[in-house]
Every structure is written in C-alpha cells, then in structure tokens.
C-alpha cells in the first residue's frame, strides 16, 4: 500500500527528464498496452478490408495468392485412354488369385470416367486462366496490404501470452519496488517494512523455486519444447528473481521517514494480500512433494490472457480518466441542485454503474475512477466517512447490468443461463441495491437538511454546465461511430477494452489543445522569469497527462495482476484438498442450502478475485444448488451479491483496500476522527455491509418466500 521514497518526484534522479521507473517500467507497460489495443483493433480493420476486397473483385478470396497451374493435361485421346485402362484392369484380373471369376470389364462406364476426368482438368485450366487475368497491379498492392494486416493479426494472437507475462513482471516489480502492493494496513514502522520485506522475500523465492519446477518438469516430459513455452518459463523465472532481489535489498534499505519501533501484529497486517496467498499455497504444494504447483496454476493465466490483458487496459482507461476533467464536469452538472452529500453519494452510486458494467469487475473499477469520485463527493461536502464507503461500493452495483464481461463468461461456463436471463434478473437487483444505498445514506447517519435547490435556479446553471460537455460528448459518440460505421464494431463487452482506450487518447488530445493550452498560458504569466526544470517537464498536455496515467498503471496493474494469480494459486489449493467435497450434496429444503451457499459464496469472495472465483464455483458448487432445487438464475444472482459482499467484508475487504490504495492512508486516518458514535467512527466499513448484507438477504431468500407460499 505504500510507496517508497523513491517515487516519480522532481528529486529523483533524471535521465532526459524522465524517472528510471518512467523508462524501464511506465514506457514499456505503455507500449505493450497500445501494441494490444493495435493487435485487437487490426482484426476488425482486416475483417472491414476483407469485405473491401470482395465488394471490389467479385470473389477476391481466391484472388488472395498467385493461383498454381494445373498439371493434368487437357490433350489426352479418349478412346486411347479407355483402351490403356480397359488392358490393364484385364491383367491385373489375370493375376488375381480369385475363387470367383470377376465381373467383366465395362469400356462405357470407364469412358464415362475418362470424359469427366477430362472436363474436370478443362474446368481446372479455364479457371486459372481466368483467375491469373483477373489478378491486376491494383489486386496485387491491395493483397499486399491485406495479407500485412492478416500476419499482423496472427503476429497478435500469438504474442498475447508474452504480453501478458512481461506485463506482469515488469508492473509486479514497480509495485514492489515502490511498495504498493495490495497489503491490510500500510507499512509505517521500521518493523513494518522488514516484516514486509523478509516474508516477501520467502515468497518470492517460493515463487522462483515453483517457476523453475515447473520448467525441469515440462522438459522432463517432454524433450522437446516449444520455443514460445520456453520464452514464458524464462520471463517467469527471471521476474521472479528480479522480485528475490528487489525485496531482499528491502529487507536492509527501509525508508528513511519510517516510524521507530513498531507492533508485530501491526506489523503482520502490512504483509501483501499476495505473499500471505503465496505463503499458504506454496507450503501446501511443497509439503505434498509438488514444488512447481504455484508455477502451474500462474501459468493457468496465459489461457486467458486477453482476459487479464483486458483487466490492465481497464485499469490504464481508468488511469486516463483521472487526469482529464470530465468527472469533474460531470459532477458540475448536479452541483446547481445544491444536493445534500447523501444524496449526491446514491447519484454518484448510480451513475458509476454504468462504466463498472463495461469494466467487468467492481475492483478494477475502484482502482479505474475511485480517486475520482472520492474527490468530487469531498468537494460536494461529503464527509469523509461517506465518501470512502461510497467509493468502495461504486463498482458493486454495475456487475449484473449488460454487458459486464463477468456475466457473459458465467453464461459462457452454465449452459442452463444464458446472457439474457441473467442481465434481465441483473436490473432488478441493481436497482433493488441502489434504493437500499439510498436509504442506508439518507437516514442511518444524514447530517444535512435534505433539500434541493428550486428547479427554477437549478435547471438554467445545470444547462450552462452541460455546455463543457458537449465537445466530450461528441469525442465519445464520434468514436462509438466511427468504430460502429467505419468498422462494423459495437461498443459491447467485447469491444470495449480496444474502443475505450482510443476514446480516452481522443479526449487527452483535446485537452492538450484546449484546457491545458490554456492552464499552459495561466503558468507562463505567473512565472515571468521562466519555469523551473520540474514545472517545464510537467506542464499540463497530452505527453504529461498520459505519462502520469501509466505510471499509475504500472503499480496498479502489478499489485492487482499479481493478486489475481495468486487467488487462482488460491484455488488450486481448495480444489485439491477436495475441501469442496465436505460440503453435503442432498438437503431436506432449499432454506438450508441457500444458508449454506450464501456462507461459503461470501468466503470465497474474501478471497479470489471475481473471475477465478466464477471458475471455482461453476466445477464444485452451481451443480449442488442445481441438485437442490435452486433455480439457476437465482442462484448466480446470488452469487454475485454474496461475491460483493466478501469484497466489503472484513478481514480482507479488498474493495475497502483498493480505495484505500487510490485515495491514501492520510484521508483514511482523518476519516477515522470523524464522528462520535460507533456507526458514524465505522460507517465507511458498515454502511456497504448494511446495504450488500440486507440485499444478499432479500435476492437469496425473498424467492423462495414467494415460491413457499
């Protein structure tokens, strides 16, 4: 959760005014992250180009190589050739040792197959006469670009997986070198960080150890390995040693501004989620004689490396976000109304929805645009506590609303759902969840009048304020357009991760020549004499806006790519010790095995991220609930919510970690002052728990209410 003091300040050292970490880290994560959005965006250009080329040359699919001349001859005399085979089917019967005598020779039936055999060889040679005409200098320049696209798309296709694992490498060691992995509490004591440090140092060597294990046994089994595996093994091992070396160094530099002293229990807590994950799963593997398990079940990443891919471009979207204004135009347009804190905190709830649906998962959205709505609540007079729980929650109500990726895939894996039902079911409990959020603010802990300003006064500034967003909005549209008319692409759940980071480049291009052209010209006439060095390299325009975003991105990407494997690790561990197996298949009601489900859904949900806990789920425990007479749309609602829940669930809570990591330690230590009773000291925890809980309640047990009665 923290950083270390070496960050991206203007006191760090500089190599051509950009940071170390800027060139060995931010530039390469940017690179890989546009050569994916490239790579996705070039299958639909290929595909629009294909329909290009067909519309141009009738057939130009047999235009796409240089056709090969036949080989038969057109030439043959007929009646030579039936005489040639009729003489030889009559040896080779008189060689024959037959108990019966054969059926006699037919010279008409093999005529028949001469003349067609002929007529097929003329068809042969017309049709490459014709095609070999037909392929002019324009078909061949627009091949040449065509068959370009396609090997880039195969290029593509092919390198995911190294993408993805360079990805992950490159982010998981700026996260450690900057200490911001994912951990309960941030390190703040010198015991804090050599804590920290030795215990992610074992499971980082755990980890190189399991990495190298898996690798001597692929080439155990098999002497000759695929280049491509062995490029993935190698980048694994060698990540894994830069970790053991960054964390061992950590263990004797501890920053200078750490406390003195420190508590050992304090001290546990600051421990990475991911190396207390690595910890476990590690032992498990190593006492059962399996070193090279954790390496397998983090390989088990590259088999859906678009989906993680995607998981990094969302982050990098939600990253882009942040440094252009348009959340805070957005929020401009409600601020007329002069709503009382609460209330713009359920507005806020609501309309975040929207994004959470595309991004798929309510953590990657927290990290994506958390900062973002923690500061607008704060400057809307929300207090502390009640923007921090409105944070952690703005990604909980979009995941049952279309087209949210994790919906499709638990369709994909469930035949008895489809996408449709499930979506159907998602807007019900959506807004279901949302009047819950509502009433949870406006009456547990309302600490305002709760009055609007008279839409006579309000409607008028709220239109002025519209005025700003008019040019974002016809970026967003011309883009959804120009994908929709120019490639035949919808903005669905499918192309959103290629469509939105070009949308948000589009408005950091705008930006740089509008909003901070003119904050460039605010800073020149403040600054007469000149700018210092670090204000020169840091004026607002597209170049610092992106910069900033990816570095950003890395230690996000890093802390979260790495979390996510180590669930799946996790998960590996569960399905091995067959701890699902315990879990009784017959029950006597449907009331008990929803209790039990709901239970263990919220425990899973504490503990795995949300894909690989769908995966899990989907093998060990639908086929229970199926069994037992839960309908299976109910049930995978029920999933989600309880999924929700775990993720704002003590001890764990990790979309309470998230907000902690986008907002700071120092607004949650203030937050934690604020307030006299228990609730208000604790709302930021209780409030989600309150809505998620009475929720999980009502979508689990409210059906079968209905179906008892």
């Keep these: 959760m923290n950083e270390s003091s070496s960050t991206l300040s203007g006191t760090s050292p500089q190599i051509a005014h950009r940071s170390p970490t800027e060139w060995i880290s931010s530039l390469p994560a940017c690179l890989m992250l546009l050569l994916v959005v490239i790579f996705t965006t070039s299958s639909d250009i290929h595909n629009q180009i294909l329909r290009i080329g067909q519309s141009t040359w009738d057939g130009y699919y047999e235009l796409r190589s240089d056709p090969v001349a036949p080989t038969c001859s057109v030439d043959r005399d007929i009646d030579a050739e039936v005489d040639r085979i009729v003489a030889e089917r009559a040896i080779d019967d008189a060689d024959d040792l037959v ?138 091992i060698i990540g894994f040693a830069v970790l053991v070396v960054i964390s061992g160094i950590q263990i004797f530099r501890i920053p200078a501004d750490a406390e003195p002293g420190g508590n050992f229990g304090h001290a546990m807590l600051s421990v990475p989620l991911y190396t207390t994950m690595c910890l476990i799963s590690g032992t498990y593997f190593l006492l059962g004689g399996h070193a090279a398990g954790v390496g397998i079940y983090l390989d088990k990443m590259m088999d859906l490396s678009d989906m993680f891919l995607n998981v990094g471009l969302y982050v990098w979207i939600g990253m882009m976000l942040k440094e252009t204004k348009l959340a805070a135009l957005v929020f401009n347009v409600f601020h007329p109304w002069k709503m009382p804190p609460e209330l713009l905190a359920v507005v806020a709830i609501g309309v975040a929805a929207i994004p959470t649906a595309y991004t798929g998962a309510s953590g990657i959205f927290v990290i994506a645009a958390g900062s973002v709505i923690y500061l607008e609540l704060r400057k809307a007079g929300a207090r502390r506590q009640l923007a921090l729980a409105a944070t952690a929650m703005s990604g909980s109500l979009g995941v049952v609303l279309r087209p949210c990726l994790l919906v499709v895939i638990i369709a994909y894996l469930n035949r008895e759902v489809t996408t449709d039902q499930l979506f159907g079911e998602g807007v019900k409990v959506f807004f279901l969840t949302l009047v819950l959020f509502a009433l949870a603010s406006l009456t547990l802990n309302r600490q305002s009048k709760l009055s609007i300003e008279s839409p006579r006064k309000a409607f008028p500034a709220m239109m002025r304020n519209l005025k700003p967003i008019i040019p974002y909005a016809l970026l967003v549209v011309g883009t959804v357009y120009f994908y929709a008319l120019v490639l035949d692409v919808q903005l669905d759940e499918f192309s959103a991760p290629r469509i939105l980071p070009v949308m948000m480049l589009a408005i950091l291009v705008y930006e740089h020549f509008t909003v901070a052209r003119r904050e460039r010209r605010e800073m020149a006439a403040a600054h007469p004499a000149g700018l210092s060095s670090y204000e020169e390299r840091n004026k607002p325009g597209f170049e610092r806006s992106l910069r900033w975003a990816t570095n950003e991105t890395t230690v996000h990407i890093g802390a979260l790519l790495f979390l996510m494997g180590l669930s799946v690790s996790i998960g590996g561990v569960i399905e091995r010790s067959h701890l699902m197996d315990m879990f009784p298949t017959d029950f006597a009601s449907p009331w008990t095995v929803m209790l039990l489900l709901v239970g263990i859904l919220v425990i899973i949900g504490m503990v795995m991220d949300p894909y690989g806990a769908v995966i899990l789920v989907s093998v060990t425990i639908s086929n229970v609930a199926y069994q037992n007479g839960i309908d299976p749309i109910h049930f995978w609602m029920v999933t989600l919510v309880a999924f929700e829940l775990g993720y704002l669930s003590p001890p764990v809570a990790l979309n309470h970690l998230l907000t902690r990591q986008v907002v700071g330690e120092a607004e949650v230590r203030l937050a934690s002052q604020e307030g006299h009773t228990f609730y208000q000291r604790h709302e930021r925890i209780l409030m989600p728990l309150v809505v998620m809980g009475t929720a999980l309640i009502i979508v689990a047990f409210g059906p079968l209410v209905f179906d008892y009665y």
Excluded at 141 to 146: I, N, T
Aim: charged share 20%; glycine share 2%; net charge neutral.
């Design 99 to 236: 108990l019966f005598e054969a059926e006699p020779v037919d010279p008409e039936v093999i005529r028949a197959s001469v003349v067609n055999s002929v007529e097929a060889c003329q068809f042969k040679h017309e049709r490459y006469e014709a095609t070999k005409d037909r392929i002019t200098p324009g078909v061949r320049a627009f091949r040449s670009v065509e068959l370009f696209i396609g090997d880039l798309i195969a290029f593509g296709l092919t390198s995911q997986r190294f993408i993805l694992a360079f990805l992950v490498v490159i982010c998981a060691a700026t996260a450690t070198f900057r200490r911001h992995h994912i951990s309960m509490r941030p390190m703040e004591s010198r015991l804090d960080h050599r804590v920290s440090s030795i215990l992610q140092f074992a499971a980082n060597c755990m980890l190189l150890l399991s990495a190298w294990s898996f690798r001597d046994l692929v080439h155990g089994n098999n002497a000759n390995v695929a280049m491509a595996k062995e490029i993935i093994h190698l980048t694994w």
